[in-house]
């Protein structure tokens, strides 16, 4: 399994901007299409954003679309996903997530290989 830990949560006032990371280790990164969801208080857990092994293909929750973007470097053996003009209703814990292939990564609902342990995304109006 590869291990995944997210950073860069935090305080983000509403119309700012936030980048979170997910730093992965052990099996081959490049192997991976990767996932961001989401988990506010009394809620279930939100797919969010997708992205292929290769970066080429990604896929958003809509109502992120033009707000998120999700990106990764195999070289770095990183995920980030740039959290642009952010609304307080998007406060939640962030968690990424590994899968095995494209597919998998944006069911939203499959098995995924690997989770971060998470982090806290709060928007203040």
């Known amino acids: 399994q590869v291990q995944l830990v997210e950073s860069g949560g935090g305080l983000v006032q509403a119309g700012g901007s936030l980048r979170l990371s997910c730093a992965a280790s052990?099996?081959?990164?490049?192997?991976?299409?990767m996932a961001w969801f989401r988990q506010a208080p009394g809620k279930a857990r939100e797919f969010v954003a997708a992205?292929?092994?290769?970066?080429?293909?990604?896929r958003y929750l809509d109502s992120v679309k033009g707000r998120f973007s999700i990106s990764r470097d195999n070289a770095k053996n990183t995920v980030w996903l740039q959290m642009n003009s952010p609304k307080p209703e998007y406060t939640a814990v962030y968690y990424c997530?590994?899968?095995?292939?494209?597919?998998?990564?944006?069911?939203?609902?499959?098995?995924?290989?690997?989770w971060g342990q998470g982090t806290q995304v709060t928007v203040s109006a």
């Open positions: 997530a590994a899968a095995s292939d494209f597919r998998t990564a944006v069911s939203g609902t499959a098995k995924y290989d690997s």
């Open positions: 052990g099996r081959t990164f490049r192997n991976y299409a």
């Open positions: 992205i292929n092994w290769s970066g080429v293909m990604t």
